[in-house]
């Protein structure tokens, strides 16, 4: 079982930047977990932000966002992070973390059927 809650999501106008977190709480260590960030639009489908290996070392972005957000994580404090920069309406979202339990294979995986557990999401919404 693992626990994930979101936190950092508001109202900011165009061009502007959030920091969400999602913090992890488990029995598991959280350096064995990847980590993905997904965001759901009114009326939309859940689609994938970006995901994190275990060690952070390689990262994995959504053509629609790449080179404006960065997902990061910090090991120690079992928490996972996503800097999202130059935001733009078509931004707002719910936006969910999520834990890929598996293993035995190297990569990341941007299907949202693939992760194992979810938090509750947070509220991004982008004004022009």
């Known amino acids: 079982q693992v626990q994930l809650v979101e936190s950092g999501g508001g109202s900011v106008q165009a061009g502007g930047s959030l920091r969400l977190s999602c913090a992890a709480s488990s029995g598991r260590t959280f350096s064995s977990f990847r980590m993905g960030w997904f965001r759901q639009a009114p009326g939309k489908e859940r689609e994938f932000v970006a995901a994190?290996?275990?060690?952070?070392?390689?990262?994995y972005y959504s053509d629609s966002v790449k080179g404006r957000f960065t997902i990061s994580r910090d090991n120690a404090k079992n928490t996972a992070y996503l800097q999202m920069n130059s935001l733009k309406p078509e931004d707002t979202a719910v936006y969910y973390c999520a834990v890929d339990l598996s293993s035995g294979y190297t990569g990341l995986k941007i299907s949202a059927g693939n992760y194992d557990y979810w938090g509750q999401g947070t509220q991004v919404t982008v004004s022009s």
């Open positions: 994190i290996t275990r060690s952070g070392g390689w990262t």
